[in-house]
Each structure stands twice: as structure tokens, then as C-alpha cells.
């Protein structure tokens, strides 16, 4: 079965710092690997989606990258604003076809960007 | 585009009531529709899956008599929540994935959150 952890589970940082989350699944048999966000009491926001065969995406100040091979993935934020307060989620896509589009998430990572 | 709308956003309700929870896709065909619940500080737990037009599929622990999913449109997926207890109060969110190419999207409504008195 499939297990998704993210270290750390709390991180306060300064604002302009640069960042890591960190992301580990125990399968490395995924189809994709996908980032959110989500603020409180809120839903889901998709951050960034890396296919198997991609090494990593980027998309503004966010970059995320993925080590299938040793099942594991990082999510870079770059000059951390205030903004950015919020929970990070990640999730892995199984390559069975029988699973179909089924989502297994991490516990998150609560990210607090002091002014 | 993608847009999936949850409602209510939030409920109150007494002990031993049901409560409805709706999902929708506004601008797309959702073959499949997903619920997740969510206890504060923790992470989406999937509770079962839903495919228009058939029964759904529960997660390990989920009981289906309590928790009753019907997806009767493309567009449209409904949780209830049968006799609701203080412990059934949580965050519930949908999603949604697309009947395209695009089928390995999930698309998220913005949540419910169920109190339960």
C-alpha cells in the first residue's frame, strides 16, 4: 500500500527566505505526482502536477521536482512571502490501471511566512 | 475551466439528522467524482468513489449505509450523511475528474465543513 510522508510538518520561516518541503512515497510505481495548496477551511488548489518522466516543473517562484527512482520529491519556494502562508500538500497517482485516478496524499507540510 | 462547486460550504446540524452535501462540475463532464474527508491538521482521506450512473466504490472503514453517494448526472454527485453524530463532523471535499483525455485530473470543490451538535 502506498504511504505518502511530508517533512516537516510545520515550518515558520522569515519573510525572502527560500524553502523545501519535502515529499516521500514508499512505491515508486506512479503515474504522477502532483503539489497543492490549501488554505484554511478552503479546498485545494493545484500547484504543480510532474509526470513519471519528468525530473521537475516550475511555474513563478515554485519549483518542484521528482526522484521516482528513490520516491522522492521537493517542492522549492523561492523569496517566501507572507502570501504563501498555507498548507502544502502532496499526492501520487498509482500507474496501475485499475486504480484508475485515485490520489494518495501526505499529511502536509503548515507553512507560516512571518512579515 | 474546471470548476467544481461544493454546497453547502458549511452546516450545522443536530445529532441523529442527514445532511445532503452536493458537488458539481460546472464546465465539464465528470465521469468520476471522488470524496475525501479531512479532521483538522491532517491530510485528505479518500472515502470512496463515485462513477455516474453506478455504485460507488468505498474506502476500507467507510461505512456505505452511513455515508450514501449518488452520482446520478455527469455533473452532479451527492454525499449524505445519514443520522449524523458529533464524530462524523469534519471537512468533506469533492473532486472531480473529467470524461477526456484529461481523465487523470482531479478538480477540487472548495469544501464542506460539517459541524454536528
Known amino acids: 500500500k502506498q504511504e505518502v510522508t511530508q517533512i516537516p510538518a510545520a515550518l515558520s520561516v522569515p519573510e525572502g527566505e527560500n524553502l523545501v518541503l519535502n515529499c516521500s512515497f514508499t512505491?515508486?510505481?506512479?503515474?504522477?505526482l502532483q503539489w497543492f495548496r490549501q488554505d484554511p477551511g478552503k479546498g485545494l488548489t493545484s500547484l504543480l502536477l510532474?509526470?513519471?518522466?519528468?525530473r521537475e516543473q516550475t511555474s513563478g517562484r515554485l519549483n518542484a521536482s521528482l526522484d521516482k527512482s528513490s520516491g522522492r520529491s521537493t517542492l522549492y519556494i523561492a523569496a517566501s512571502q507572507p502570501g504563501d502562508s498555507a498548507t502544502y500538500l502532496c499526492?501520487?497517482?498509482?500507474?496501475?490501471?485499475?486504480?484508475?485516478?485515485?490520489?494518495?496524499f501526505g499529511g502536509g507540510t503548515r507553512l507560516m511566512v512571518k512579515p | 475551466g474546471a470548476v467544481v462547486s461544493q454546497h453547502p460550504s458549511w452546516v450545522i446540524c443536530k445529532s441523529g439528522t442527514s445532511v445532503k452535501i452536493e458537488c458539481r462540475s460546472l464546465?465539464?463532464?465528470?465521469?468520476?467524482m471522488f470524496w475525501y474527508r479531512q479532521f483538522p491538521k491532517q491530510s485528505l482521506m479518500l472515502m470512496a468513489t463515485?462513477?455516474?450512473?453506478?455504485?460507488?466504490?468505498?474506502e476500507q472503514g467507510v461505512e456505505k449505509d452511513k455515508f450514501l453517494i449518488n452520482h446520478a448526472s455527469l455533473t452532479l454527485s451527492t454525499l449524505t450523511v445519514t443520522s449524523a453524530h458529533p464524530e462524523d463532523s469534519s471537512f468533506y471535499i469533492c473532486?472531480?475528474?473529467?470524461?477526456?483525455?484529461?481523465?487523470?485530473?482531479?478538480?477540487f470543490g472548495a469544501g464542506t465543513r460539517l459541524s454536528v451538535l
Open positions: 473532486s472531480a475528474s473529467p470524461a477526456t483525455s484529461a481523465r487523470y485530473i482531479q478538480y
Open positions: 512505491d515508486s510505481a506512479i503515474y504522477n
Open positions: 510532474i509526470q513519471s518522466s519528468q
Open positions: 499526492a501520487v497517482r498509482p500507474v496501475e490501471n485499475n486504480a484508475g485516478n485515485m490520489l494518495t
Open positions: 464546465d465539464f463532464q465528470a465521469t468520476t
Open positions: 463515485s462513477n455516474e450512473g453506478s455504485k460507488a466504490t468505498y
